[in-house]
């Protein structure tokens, strides 16, 4: 039964976008994984989209998915560019990755408007500002 499945709580795995240059002004940006444990983390899989509505019409992206074997402790990779004329949609990042022999998942949701340099905040490991969620 699904109620006998352990769920485990992903903590310390943050997604970031952050302007490739550091200006908010940039037409590319970036967008990181970022692993804040003292593990690494392994067959990690990201499947990424977004959806919603622009210039009056509803839109979707292609999901585009990526792989990582391992991800070493307090470390990051760069997963892609996203281009600014996306943030007017709402952008998902979906992680799965195994910890100490234990799957976990779980969404990141930038909702339409909030990657902005308003809700920026420093990012440890890259050294750099951006919009993130743990």
Same mark, same amino acid.
């Given at each position: 039964?699904?109620?006998?499945?352990?769920?485990?709580?992903? %903590?310390? &795995?943050? =997604?970031?976008?952050?302007?490739?240059? $550091?200006?908010?002004?940039?037409?590319?940006?970036?967008?990181? *994984?970022?692993?804040?444990?003292?593990?690494?983390? %392994?067959? &990690?899989? =990201?499947?990424?989209?977004?959806?919603? $509505?622009?210039n009056g019409e509803t839109v979707k992206t292609t999901? *585009?998915?990526?792989?990582y074997e391992k991800i070493a402790a307090n470390s990051?990779?760069?997963?892609?560019?996203?281009?600014?004329?996306?943030?007017?949609?709402?952008?998902?990042?979906?992680?799965?990755?195994?910890?100490?022999?234990?799957?976990?998942?779980?969404?990141?949701?930038?909702?339409?408007?909030?990657?902005?340099?308003?809700?920026?905040?420093?990012v440890p490991l890259i050294d750099r500002k951006g919009?993130?969620?743990?």
């Amino acid at each position: 039964m699904k109620k006998d499945i352990p769920q485990y709580k992903v %903590e310390d &795995v943050a =997604i970031v976008i952050s302007p490739e240059n $550091e200006n908010p002004d940039d037409e590319i940006w970036d967008v990181y *994984l970022v692993n804040l444990k003292k593990e690494p983390l %392994e067959n &990690v899989l =990201i499947n990424s989209r977004g959806y919603g $509505e622009y210039n009056g019409e509803t839109v979707k992206t292609t999901i *585009l998915r990526y792989f990582y074997e391992k991800i070493a402790a307090n470390s990051f990779v760069k997963v892609e560019l996203i281009k600014r004329q996306l943030f007017e949609i709402s952008n998902e990042y979906w992680i799965s990755f195994t910890l100490n022999k234990h799957m976990y998942d779980k969404k990141y949701i930038f909702v339409t408007g909030s990657i902005s340099k308003d809700n920026f905040t420093y990012v440890p490991l890259i050294d750099r500002k951006g919009v993130m969620i743990k």
